[in-house]
């Protein structure tokens, strides 16, 4: 079982999360274009946060296409939901609701998503089961998980300037993000739970900022990291500062900083 301590308070942070969306959209994108939406279809959206990829899908009012988002989150629910109010999106709506017991019968959606969502539940297997249990005989599903911890180039740099300096019981766990990691390893799961066709790939992208100043401010602000900035001295959240600036310093070209990350993509049909 992981170390609890060391993670971040989801409902404490719903409302400043969304600094990530503009870094993670390509990974949105990518699951979208593997994902074969027809008409009319239903789809679900796995551990979705505050509402991606489920907000997209929904953008692009395709022809009778409705989705629903779940979360375990309540304010993450609540941010998810207030967006697609905003921008007036009748064909989306999201539900409090643990992916391990998912509330609906069998067969009740036509596609399954999920994006950096699967790898970290209590119990990962359980929610691979009840999203194929959900899915229809034929409809399709597209996830993207963590790989290797080194091509979450970012979050591995900030647990490398924040585990040297943080206690032990506040330092970022490096294996709770890849613990579905490999060509292998997720594909077998949904194998062994009815998944008919399965494709997988790693999945490159970048992470573009203008300056580190913007990179120190997503750590800083977006409230991932609050747990560790809070157990350090100012001086000391500095030595981290230092610490991360030096080691993405490899990806600063010219004026700006372009940081390749890599997940995993799988695909495919129950």
């Known amino acids: 079982m992981h170390n609890k301590a060391s993670l971040p308070n989801y409902e404490q942070i719903a409302g400043r999360l969304d600094m990530w969306i503009p870094h993670l959209s390509p990974v949105s994108e990518a699951l979208l274009e593997r994902l074969l939406v027809c008409s009319n279809n239903r789809i679900l959206d796995i551990a979705c946060g505050t509402g991606e990829p489920g907000l997209t899908l929904a953008r692009q009012c395709l022809r009778g296409v409705t989705v629903v988002g779940v979360d375990s989150s309540t304010a993450m629910v609540l941010v998810a939901s207030s967006k697609a109010v905003s921008e007036g999106l009748n064909n989306i709506e999201f539900f409090v609701m643990e992916a391990q017991r998912l509330s609906w019968p069998n067969d009740s959606f036509d596609g399954v998503l999920s994006r950096f969502g699967l790898m970290l539940l209590d119990n990962p297997k359980a929610g691979c089961f009840e999203m194929l249990r959900v899915l229809k005989v034929g409809g399709h599903y597209a996830v993207a998980v963590w790989d290797e911890i080194q091509m979450n180039t970012l979050f591995f740099s900030c647990a490398q300037a924040f585990n040297q300096r943080v206690p032990a019981q506040f330092q970022l766990n490096l294996e709770l993000p890849s613990r579905l990691a490999g060509s292998s390893v997720l594909p077998n ?73 890599s997940c995993r993509l799988v695909w495919g049909k129950k």
Not at 221 to 247: A, C, F, P, R, T
Request: aromatic share 12%; glycine share 6%.
């Open 189 to 261: 799961i949904l194998q062994e739970y009815g998944a008919n066709e399965i494709a997988t790939e790693l999945f490159t992208f970048e992470m573009k900022f203008s300056s580190f100043q913007e990179i120190w401010k997503l750590v800083e602000n977006s409230g991932l990291y609050d747990v560790q900035l809070g157990s350090l001295s100012i001086d000391e959240q500095l030595g981290v500062k230092e610490h991360l600036s030096n080691l993405v310093s490899e990806f600063k070209n010219n004026n700006e900083y372009l940081i390749p990350h």
